[in-house]
Every structure is written in C-alpha cells, then in structure tokens.
C-alpha cells in the first residue's frame, strides 16, 4: 500500500515561520534571503498580494509595467526588505528604495538584496545623494536596483506645519505637530515616484502586543508598536503626504503618484478615509481587502496628483478617476 506523507509546519515557531518565508522567496528566485533572530517575519502570500494591488494601480493609470522608470519606496522596509525584493523579483527594471530606522534592520536589508543579486547602490544617508557608478552586482544589461537608507540620523523631534482649511471661514490655519517624519521623501534625488508602500507598527506598545499563542512571526519594538499605534501613524503619514504636496507649490519637490499603506483595524480604515476626503487636495481614493485564511488586511491609497500633471511630469499616458 503506498504511503501518504504529510508536512505540517509549526507556526508557533519563529523559526519556522522565519525557514518558510526563505522558501517561499527562493521560488520566485530570491536566494539566501534570512534576518535576524526575532525581527519580523513578513506574511509572503499578504505582502505578495499587496505588489499585486500596487500593480493594479498604477495598470489603470495607463502605466506600462514593464517600463524601466517605475520608482517605489517601501517605507520602513524593515530587516527583510521584503517589498523591495518582491517588486524587483517581478518587475527587474524598476528601481525600489527602501528606508529604516535601526542599524540592524538596514543591515540585514542591504544584506538580502545583495544576496538576492540586486544593485545596491552607495548612497548618503542623510543627504539622500546616490552614486550610480558604484553599484555592487551591476552591469550594463541590468537595471535592478535597491537602495536601502538608514534614516535614524535624521530623527529629531521637529514641528510639522499642515496646512488645514476652516470650511466655515475658508480660512487657512497652521497645525502644529510634534512628530517625527515619516516619509522622509525629502531625502531622494528622484524626479518622481510612482508609489509608497508602508505596513505600519500595529500597537502603541510592546505590552500591548498580545501575541497570538497559536503563530509566531516576532517583531522588535520598532517594528511592532509606535506611540499612538496604527491609527496615529497612518494619520501622520496622511498628514505628512499631504505636507509633500503643499510644500511643492512653493519649492522643487518629487511628485508622488500613489501613497499606500497596509491597515491592520477597520477603525483605522474609516478614520483614513474620512481624514482624506477632508482635504481639498485629494484627487483619488482606493481601498482594497487582503484575506488569508482567518486574517483580514486593508490597503489604503490616495494620491494628490491630477492626470494631466502628473502626464507632464512622467510622460505617460493617464486616465484619471473620480472619488
């Protein structure tokens, strides 16, 4: 009688979970990928269906994906890198930047991409300036590249100006708050990018973080908890993309296609959502649904550019959809 052998996995294990995400990354040929003991172990089929999303944003803009000027910057990219190395496995004429705030994480990223074959390029960390002729694992025929930027030096408790409109006088008035950037797009030599993708710190502290007894991906700190969790950091984010586009009314700045981010809570969902239509600049809203098995995710996009600026700048073809 023939045998049936079956393989389970122990998903209670970091270990585990860390071996079957490497797995999963060398199929679609990412060699050698690993990060230290206890970082985050990013979902692969959720992250991979985010790039899909992605993709289909910038498809019904009229983006011709295989072009080599596509521009992504994985915010808090982590010690996996992981949006970077899916974007770059599937589309290896673009160009992702990847940013973080720990030397561990930044290492272990610069590590995988180099690993993984592509052209990490010598850059400032704090001035943003990129060295293009020298790229490890470069040549003339390939155009895969990933810069990782280690952004902690530029952590300083600052004040952010957003601009907000009074409805009931249109008055303008200036919010102040103290928070640390974000995005920092300020920091790429870039004409444009296409899209930011972000899968923010879920809780407001590690002892809020009540891990699920039945998996274990870890997390560091950093990675996993935020002052004022979720909800406060996608709500900077918003603040601070929209910060980006004011500022360019007034001085030369990169023009962004698409944000996105990944939302963990319904609540924070509809608190983005609402966030965004109260701005008069907001040109385009989109939201979709990650499910895998019993976990539900969001996605999150919105945009400030309009079709025939942003045509200007890129000189593609866009069509442009209404909230």
Same mark, same amino acid.
């Given at each position: 009688?023939?045998?049936?052998?079956?393989?389970?996995?122990?998903? @209670?294990?970091? #270990?585990?979970?860390?071996?079957?995400?490497?797995?999963?990354?060398?199929?679609?040929?990412? =060699?050698?990928?690993? /990060?230290?003991?206890?970082?985050?172990?990013?979902?692969?089929?959720?992250?991979?269906?985010?790039?899909?999303?992605?993709?289909?944003?910038?498809?019904?803009?009229?983006?011709?994906?295989?072009?080599?000027?596509?521009? %992504?910057?994985?915010?808090?990219?982590?010690?996996? $890198?992981?949006?970077?190395?899916?974007?770059?496995?599937?589309?290896?004429?673009?160009?992702?930047?990847?940013?973080?705030?720990?030397?561990?994480?930044?290492? !272990?990223?610069?590590?995988?991409?180099?690993? $993984?074959?592509?052209?990490?390029?010598?850059?400032?960390?704090?001035?943003?300036?990129?060295?293009?002729?020298?790229?490890?694992?470069? !040549?003339?025929?390939?155009?895969?590249?990933?810069? /990782?930027?280690?952004?902690?030096?530029?952590?300083?408790? +600052?004040?952010?100006?957003?601009?907000?409109?009074?409805?009931?006088?249109?008055?303008?008035?200036?919010?102040?708050?103290?928070?640390?950037?974000?995005?920092?797009?300020?920091?790429?030599?870039?004409?444009?990018?296409?899209? @930011?993708?972000?899968?923010?710190?879920?809780?407001?502290?590690?002892?809020?973080?009540?891990?699920?007894?039945?998996?274990?991906?870890? %997390?560091?700190?950093?990675?996993?908890?935020?002052?004022?969790?979720?909800?406060?950091?996608?709500?900077?984010?918003?603040?601070?993309?929209?910060?980006?586009?004011?500022?360019?009314?007034?001085?030369?700045?990169?023009?962004?296609?698409?944000?996105?981010?990944? +939302?963990?809570?319904?609540?924070?969902?509809?608190?983005?959502?609402?966030?965004?239509?109260?701005?008069?600049?907001?040109?385009?809203?989109?939201? @979709?649904?990650?499910? #895998?098995?019993?976990?539900?995710?969001?996605?999150?996009?919105?945009?400030?550019?309009?079709?025939?600026?942003?045509?200007?700048?890129?000189?593609?073809? /866009?069509?442009?959809? =209404?909230?």
């Amino acid at each position: 009688n023939a045998t049936t052998t079956t393989t389970t996995i122990d998903f @209670t294990s970091w #270990q585990a979970t860390h071996d079957l995400c490497r797995a999963l990354l060398e199929e679609i040929g990412v =060699q050698n990928w690993s /990060i230290p003991e206890g970082h985050l172990v990013p979902g692969f089929t959720q992250r991979r269906n985010y790039c899909e999303w992605v993709e289909s944003l910038l498809e019904k803009d009229g983006v011709r994906l295989e072009e080599d000027n596509i521009r %992504g910057v994985d915010v808090g990219t982590g010690a996996s $890198a992981i949006f970077a190395l899916l974007f770059t496995s599937r589309h290896p004429k673009w160009d992702m930047f990847g940013t973080d705030i720990t030397k561990e994480a930044v290492e !272990s990223a610069r590590r995988n991409c180099s690993a $993984a074959g592509a052209a990490e390029c010598s850059c400032d960390d704090t001035t943003g300036q990129v060295d293009g002729d020298n790229c490890s694992n470069s !040549s003339s025929k390939s155009r895969r590249r990933i810069s /990782i930027r280690d952004v902690s030096k530029r952590r300083t408790s +600052v004040t952010m100006k957003v601009l907000t409109e009074d409805q009931n006088d249109n008055r303008e008035q200036e919010e102040e708050i103290e928070e640390e950037p974000i995005l920092d797009l300020d920091l790429f030599d870039e004409e444009h990018i296409d899209f @930011t993708v972000c899968n923010p710190p879920f809780f407001n502290s590690m002892s809020d973080s009540s891990q699920n007894p039945r998996t274990n991906f870890g %997390g560091t700190r950093i990675e996993n908890s935020c002052r004022g969790g979720e909800s406060s950091f996608v709500r900077r984010m918003i603040l601070e993309s929209r910060r980006v586009t004011l500022l360019r009314k007034t001085n030369k700045s990169i023009r962004v296609r698409w944000f996105t981010t990944m +939302v963990g809570v319904k609540a924070t969902l509809k608190m983005a959502k609402k966030c965004l239509r109260e701005m008069k600049e907001t040109t385009k809203i989109r939201e @979709t649904a990650f499910v #895998q098995g019993k976990t539900r995710r969001w996605g999150l996009a919105w945009s400030f550019e309009r079709a025939k600026t942003f045509e200007e700048c890129v000189n593609t073809k /866009i069509v442009e959809e =209404q909230i």
